[in-house]
T-cell receptor, first 113, second 114 residues
Framework: GENVEQHPSTLSVQEGDSAVIKCTYS??????FPWYKQELGKRPQLIID?????GEKKDQRIAVTLNKTAKHFSLHITETQPEDSAVYFCAAILTGTASKLTFGTGTRLQVTL | NAGVTQTPKFRILKIGQSMTLQCAQDMNHNYMYWYRQDPGMGLKLIYY???????DKGEVPNGYNVSRSTTEDFPLRLELAAPSQTSVYFC?????????????FGQGTRLTVV
């Protein structure tokens, strides 16, 4: 089955700096890679996703890149703000099959003033 | 459109008691999942279902059971509750394929076993 590794487990950046979170996956067939943000005491919510036929996707200050050859995908947050402080999870799945959504272990991002 | 609804939001159980966590979705999603999240930790998959009548184990299924008799409902049963099952439980659902395979989460059930 799929295995997703996520690094770092914690990340502290100053407001205005950029943050990068990296994930690797094991199943080369996986074709959908979402990123979830979980604020304290809340449910995880999708912030951005990418499919295997795309190398990069951007949404305002958030971008995701995918390297299928290396089986890596990364989340980039630019101009970080205090409200970006949360736990971020990456995930991977092969859609349209009986496979399951597999999450990384999470990254706790702290944006300091 | 309520999304994914979990009940109850909070529950305290005594060791050895049983209970069912309810999860319902109104988006006609094929996939449904149950995760548990221990304090400060990630999401661990307990069970999942790819459609009505089909369920499969995740990474931490021991002590739990599920059923999927309808597309909408995916209850999680805890038999003989143990302190190790103290956690926050999240139900999630998504489409199996198509242009939008986003997984939506319920608000969670905070369970304490004493």
């Amino acid at each position: 089955g799929e295995n997703v590794e996520q690094h770092p487990s914690t990340l502290s950046v100053q407001e205005g700096d950029s943050a990068v979170i990296k994930c690797t996956y094991s199943d080369s067939a996986s074709n959908y890679f979402p990123w979830y943000k979980q604020e304290l005491g809340k449910r995880p919510q999708l912030i951005i996703d990418i499919r295997s036929n795309v190398g990069e996707k951007k949404d305002q200050r958030i971008a995701v890149t995918l390297n299928k050859t290396a089986k890596h995908f990364s989340l980039h947050i630019t101009e970080t703000q205090p409200e970006d402080s949360a736990v971020y999870f990456c995930a991977a799945i092969l859609t349209g099959t009986a496979s399951k959504l597999t999450f990384g272990t999470g990254t706790r991002l702290q944006v300091t003033l | 459109n309520a999304g994914v609804t979990q009940t109850p939001k909070f529950r305290i159980l005594k060791i050895g008691q049983s209970m069912t966590l309810q999860c319902a979705q109104d988006m006609n999603h094929n996939y449904m999942y149950w995760y548990r999240q221990d304090p400060g930790m990630g999401l661990k998959l307990i069970y999942y279902s790819v459609g009505a009548g089909i369920t499969d184990k995740g990474e931490v299924p021991n002590g739990y059971n599920v059923s999927r008799s309808t597309t909408e409902d995916f209850p999680l049963r805890l038999e003989l509750a143990a302190p190790s099952q103290t956690s926050v439980y999240f139900c999630a659902s998504s489409y199996r394929t198509g242009g939008n395979t986003e997984a939506f989460f319920g608000q969670g059930t905070r369970l304490t076993v004493v």
